[in-house]
């Protein structure tokens, strides 16, 4: 089910990354997710942090707030130069995500804090209809150069 654009010999050889996964719309799809990214980035060998909390709350807002019934979600990873895209796409792209207040106590509704707080940019795209991608952008430093900093 893993969909990569080139050989793992190429992928070492290319400063373009690509990996692209469609997963259940499902709390395991979410769980899934956060797995496959976390070995994908160890195969390519760069970080897994942050990027493993941001796809777990990119991916659980998904299947929480994008999840219609029998259609999945994409779990897409780009690496371009130092730079790391996050792409989770759903099939309600009448539901855009919103950052909102919680109560202090409250057990949920902190997920978009934490994406903006860990990585440099996110935002969402909209289309083709009825889907939306959500996205998370993380810079982090290739030998011999400076790290990208946060916004």
Known sequence: ?????????????????????????????ARLARLLA??????????????????????????THGRVPGRDFRLTLYVIGDTLRIEVTDTRGDRLPYARETAPDGESGRGLLLVDALADRWGVAHGPAPRKTVWAEVGFCVAGTRPVTAR
């Open 1 to 29: 089910m893993n969909q990569e654009t080139a050989t793992p010999e190429a992928q070492l050889d290319s400063p373009v990354r690509n990996f692209s996964v469609p997963l259940s719309s499902t709390p395991r799809g």
């Open 38 to 63: 976390t070995e994908q980035l160890r195969d390519w060998g760069l970080p897994t942090h942050p990027t493993d909390h941001l796809v777990a709350e990119l991916a659980a807002n998904a299947v």
